[in-house]
């Protein structure tokens, strides 16, 4: 069953390359009523569109690396992550269009065929994105080398590696990202399937 919300206020507390907002709401409870007054902050994000690259004739998966702020803040681990293709939708894309456009911009490469593994939000406690998860079919023959659109400081290497390469690259934590994680665990469980098709 649907509950309500309601906005008693909305303040935009930072407006840069992401956007902050100070929100005051309240929701109905599943004990029925309203709840108090609740001040949340929401980092508000585009959606975006993630794509596992995989050459199903090699048995091989394009991976990526690049710096990511976020990851620099723990001195423990390298803030340059090992990823898969992923971006943010701009105004009257689609999101087919979004992974042909960042496949082609961040591996260099064009899909051949794309099947849809799923909708979630990755954080949703605190931020409003959400990402929809693609399996890319390419060629992954001559993908390789550095990529990236230089105005939006872009500066990607691309590699490709057998599926089982970086599928043992998240069990032993190289990969420590969420998004090409789950895309990784679902090729593992859908590969044969996928290559018998």
């Given at each position: 069953?649907?509950?309500?919300?309601?906005?008693?206020?909305?303040?935009?507390?930072?407006?840069?390359?992401?956007?902050?907002?100070?929100?005051?709401?309240?929701?109905?409870?599943?004990?029925?009523?309203?709840?108090?007054?609740?001040?949340?902050?929401l980092f508000v994000r585009d959606n975006c569109v993630a794509v596992v690259l995989y050459d199903v004739e090699r048995d091989k998966v394009v991976l990526i690396e690049q710096f990511r702020v976020g990851a620099a803040e723990n001195p423990i681990n390298t803030p340059w992550l090992v990823e898969i293709v992923a971006g943010i939708m701009e105004e009257g894309e689609s999101i087919e269009d979004v992974a042909r456009r960042e496949t082609r911009e961040e591996a260099g490469c064009e899909l051949l065929d794309l099947i849809r593994i799923n909708k979630f939000y990755l954080s949703p406690g605190g931020s409003s994105e959400q990402i929809t998860l693609f399996c890319g079919i390419v060629n992954s023959e001559n993908v390789g080398g550095i990529h990236g659109v230089a105005d939006e400081h872009e500066d990607i290497f691309v590699r490709v590696v057998p599926f089982e390469e970086a599928y043992n690259m998240v069990i032993s934590n190289q990969i420590d990202s969420a998004i090409p994680i789950m895309a990784l665990q679902w090729l593992a469980l859908n590969r044969l399937l996928i290559r018998n098709r």
């Amino acid at each position: 069953m649907k509950k309500g919300i309601e906005i008693l206020n909305k303040n935009v507390v930072y407006n840069g390359f992401f956007r902050m907002e100070k929100q005051c709401l309240r929701h109905e409870l599943f004990s029925g009523g309203w709840s108090n007054e609740i001040t949340r902050e929401l980092f508000v994000r585009d959606n975006c569109v993630a794509v596992v690259l995989y050459d199903v004739e090699r048995d091989k998966v394009v991976l990526i690396e690049q710096f990511r702020v976020g990851a620099a803040e723990n001195p423990i681990n390298t803030p340059w992550l090992v990823e898969i293709v992923a971006g943010i939708m701009e105004e009257g894309e689609s999101i087919e269009d979004v992974a042909r456009r960042e496949t082609r911009e961040e591996a260099g490469c064009e899909l051949l065929d794309l099947i849809r593994i799923n909708k979630f939000y990755l954080s949703p406690g605190g931020s409003s994105e959400q990402i929809t998860l693609f399996c890319g079919i390419v060629n992954s023959e001559n993908v390789g080398g550095i990529h990236g659109v230089a105005d939006e400081h872009e500066d990607i290497f691309v590699r490709v590696v057998p599926f089982e390469e970086a599928y043992n690259m998240v069990i032993s934590n190289q990969i420590d990202s969420a998004i090409p994680i789950m895309a990784l665990q679902w090729l593992a469980l859908n590969r044969l399937l996928i290559r018998n098709r």
